[in-house]
């Protein structure tokens, strides 16, 4: 039931802790960069997006801070839950969506 | 759920052979992306369209084709199938709001295709 079964870097996390889930993107002239969650056996989820022309934005529990200067993403997720192990995909947009690669979250008990 | 479907759910078929991968988008989404998702290449875009036209286009192998209905459901359409095409794909639909526009998509469940 793995989503792709790739050798995906992975971040382990106890549950409680907070995450925080980084990501390299490539297109300066990217518009937009989104977060999206795959879960086992399920397509990509949209957890939360940013525009280029901002450095922050905070959801419910994820936090998505974006930093041009390094062309760096990273998403933080608040009190980790058992519900949150899943593969994180970072996508920038510049007239298509492009994917990074992925970090496998597990939360441990 | 996404409110978008995709069929069949698992497809098993032969190397040369080929077959037909379907998508109904969200209600009231015009536009309709598709993706392969395999092991050594990550989530890829590979075409994109809109209210029956093609719009964009990824890495999409000319073996590929897919089109839009009028119903807005659409098809992928894999041909002269090889080992390597064997992936995870998925769909996914937008409102599209306009051609260079970010557009919220959103994903399908997806069709694993396995090619022996």
Known sequence: GESVGLHLPTLSVQE????????????SASDYFIWYKQESGKGPQFIIDIRSNMDKRQGQRVTVLLNKTVKHLSLQIAATQPGDSAVYFCAEWADKLIFGTGTRLQVFP | DSGVTQTP????????QRVTLR???????????????????????LIQYYNGEERAK???????????FPDLHSELNLSSLELGDSALYFCA????????????????PGTRLTVL
């Open chain 2, 9 to 16: 759910k698992h497809l098993i078929t032969a190397t040369g």
């Open chain 2, 23 to 45: 998508c109904s988008p969200r209600s009231g989404d015009l536009s309709v992306y598709w993706y392969q998702q395999s092991l050594d290449q990550g989530l890829q875009f």
């Open chain 1, 16 to 27: 409680g802790d907070n995450s925080i889930i980084n990501c390299a993107y490539s297109n």
């Open chain 2, 93 to 108: 639909s937008s409102p599209y709001r306009g051609e260079h526009s970010y557009n919220e998509q959103f994903f399908g």
């Open chain 2, 58 to 68: 990824g890495n999409i192998l000319e073996r590929f084709s897919a089109q839009q």
